[in-house]
């Protein structure tokens, strides 16, 4: 991997990482279902208007059932589930729930697919849970009013990712760019029936709008080109080390920005995540040379 491509994994992270902080910023003032509703609304015009200077088409008679699937389980759903969680929770804290996403989907393999759970597999299960349990039985924000509903919301959330990862293993490959594009679209329908029971609690300052826009156009719409980029670049393997770095800068902003506090068992319920994730994963980062892939930006 070399400078220019680790210098997107990291820009890639920050974003990412910066989407739980705009998120607890938004849904408190705004409510789950609006804040998100703008998110995939702004992201989807967003792609729109990058589709049509590149020329890129979504072929929705061919793939709008693809396209309906994925906007659901990797979109709407989490993205609300986020945000409901956002209420309660800190940044910090969503953002490590967030890398259980790979032991949800070890959990969906043996169960649906009959695939076994190795020796590591398990340990790094195990390392995941008891992870989250230093983490969030150590925070202030489990004391808070809610806060297990909002627990469960975002682990809820991260199994969606790997449903839908499990669902696009055996979907019919789509160009990635058309994918980001056409499941914004089907996330925005899919948001709509939610807002009657979730109205917005409070009045959005300019701050508050700022986030938003961010939430949809840099960490939807802009995060999507530079992961998609990333993977042609170094390939899938190396683009998935951005899921280990998330939550560094998940924990850092929300530092930095919201005055959350960092303690010992942060850092330390976010390292265990992260090893279990990589036992799950069995990933080994490589940075040797770059791996060519079809998918361009």
Avoid at 7 to 17: D, N, Q
Avoid at 136 to 161: E, H, K, M, N, Q
Avoid at 273 to 297: E, Q, S, W, Y
Wanted: proline share 6%.
């Amino acid at each position: 991997m070399n400078t220019a491509n680790f210098l997107r994994l990291l820009l890639l992270a920050a974003i990412w990482g910066g989407s739980f902080l705009f998120m607890r910023i938004g849904a408190p003032v705004l409510g789950p279902a609006v804040l998100i509703e703008y998110r995939v609304l702004f992201a989807a015009l967003f792609l729109a208007a990058v589709g049509l200077v590149l020329r890129k088409r979504l072929d929705l008679r061919a793939n709008w059932k693809h396209y309906l699937m994925l906007g659901f389980f990797n979109s709407a759903l989490p993205f609300l589930l986020f945000a409901y969680g956002a209420r309660t929770l800190s940044a910090s804290v969503l953002s490590v729930l967030n890398a259980t996403a790979p032991m949800w989907g070890a959990l969906i393999g043996a169960v649906w697919a009959r695939q076994p759970i190795t020796l590591r597999s398990g340990l790094g299960l195990l390392l995941g849970t008891a992870g989250v349990a230093l983490l969030v039985g150590f925070d202030d924000v489990s004391t808070r009013p809610g806060a297990g509903i909002a627990v469960a919301a975002a682990l809820a959330a991260a199994l969606c990712y790997s449903i839908a990862s499990l669902y696009a293993k055996s979907a019919r490959t789509v160009e990635p760019f058309a994918n980001a594009h056409g499941t914004m679209w089907a996330a925005t329908l899919f948001v709509l029936p939610a807002l009657p029971f979730f109205p917005s609690p409070g009045t959005a300052t300019p701050g508050v709008w700022a986030a938003v826009l961010a939430l949809g156009v840099l960490c939807s719409g802009i995060a999507y080109l530079i992961y998609f980029r990333l993977i042609a670049e170094v390939g899938p393997t190396s683009a998935l080390t951005v899921t280990f770095l998330n939550p560094v800068f998940g924990i850092l902003w929300g530092a930095l920005f919201l005055g959350e506090a960092v303690g010992w068992h942060t850092l330390a319920g976010a390292a265990i995540v992260l090893v279990g994730t990589a036992l799950v994963t069995g990933f080994v980062p490589r940075f040797g040379r770059p791996a060519t892939a079809a998918v361009k930006p």
